[in-house]
């Protein structure tokens, strides 16, 4: 368990969300949300499948819209940024999917070049092969690069996905569900090494997740979201620490006690 | 682009008429998108140069196969019609007006819809339903540039060009046939099977194949940039994508053949 960073207010806000509202036709995910993530601080938000959790994170990386509130990344409001703007904001943010989403019809090398190609222009080839192996180094596959994603384990994909995050040296990863479908020793190591990542590369992270292994392992501070709005957060003991049952009946049933 | 966000169910019309305008909305809403990205860089010509491998080479064997055996049996299914009048003379420009001016853009686009329409419906939906496409648009990569505008020049480049394939294997297939029963000659072949075609007709052909190309490309890739439902939804993409390329297709022959035909009888 690492030590608990959530009273250290001081501290530079690199994720600021206030009042944040979404629904999906009648049904009300996110019900007015405050949510603030610090500089190099790792964040676990627990819930529920269909509680919102890769919603909340979809919406920070500005990929689905809030129906209202005020999301603001590394200063700036996401949902009122111009195109340029939110794209020079996403080179500093690594998203890993909870299905990996590798392009399938690319090599490992050619997933971990493509972002790198497509945004630094100015880079050359002899600093992309050293990129690509600094990156499959930190995570540790790197005999994979000519392989296809369909012949890695699934356990290598996410390591990948990680991997492809890193290349472009982001100050803020979230990361949604990054041990589901996964063996327990594999979980095991895919959280050594989100810890690993935010030690190398100084990064403040989301993860998401109902693993509560996962959220113990990698979490400086714990957020329970239930019906739409946190009703728990602080460090892991804090966080269970209560007699409200919503909260104990997640812990019971992930049978860790 | 931003996830389709979903909003409650309310009809304006009743829930098939309302599907109906939505889609056509979303469709235009989709091709303006295109021209306003397609001439903007940075230019993907890389990947254009790979789209077009897969939409042109890959598809030649089918092409010259297909087009072959129709310039042929079309040829042969002709002679009886024109031997009761004691005109097989002129099968040669029959086979031309119907090769050049309909059969060859019309059988090039119907292969490209069920190969390529469906190949580009089915790739890009499952790229959707995986994720793919939001990994590229959080990696800072504009996905409709690099998946949809490279895929839709590909396809608006290549189909004429299969098409004027299409059209020489048309015609080989059928000087093959002529000559085997007629011992007509090449070079008399050749001349009789364009003795009745002018610019005009040629320039139909064309600009309806680059038409033809241009509808199985955005078809495609909208089915396959909108696909919802996972693995099934990918299924749909890929059928929808060839129902409703084929129908345009069509509805576009029919409506510049009824454009064009005025001009070649003036």
Redesign the interface.
Known sequence: MKHSQSHKTQREVVISIKGLYKS???NEVLKGIDFQLHKGENVVVLGRSGSGKSVLI?II?????PDRGEIEVLGLNVHEAAKKEL??L??K?G?L???S?????MTVKENLE??LR??K?HVSQPEIDEAVREVLDAVGLTDTADQLPSELSGGQQKRIAIA?TLI?KPEIVLYDEPTAGLDPLTSYEINDLINEVQKRYKTSSVIITHDLVCAKKTGDRVMMLIDGKFVRQGDFEEVFDTDDERVKGFYDYNFIQ | MDTISHQPEKHVISKGIDQFFTGVYDISKFVLQFFKEAFIPPYEFPEVIKQCYQVGYKSLSLITLTAFITGMVFTDHSRPALADFGATSWLPSLTGIAIVKALAPLITSLICAGKIGSHIGAELGSMKVTDQIDAMEVSAVNPFKFLVVTRVWATTLMVPLLTIYSAFVGLMGSFIDIHAKDQTGLTLFIHDAFFKIGYAELASTLIRSVLFGFTIGIVGCYKGFTTTQGTEGVGKAANLSVVIIMFLIFIEEMTIVKLFNPLYMQ
């Open positions: 999906f036709e009648d979809k990386v500005g990929l689905m819209r794209r020079e996403r080179l943010m998203f999917f909870q299905q989403a590798l392009y399938d019809s493509f972002p497509r945004n222009g492809r472009m």
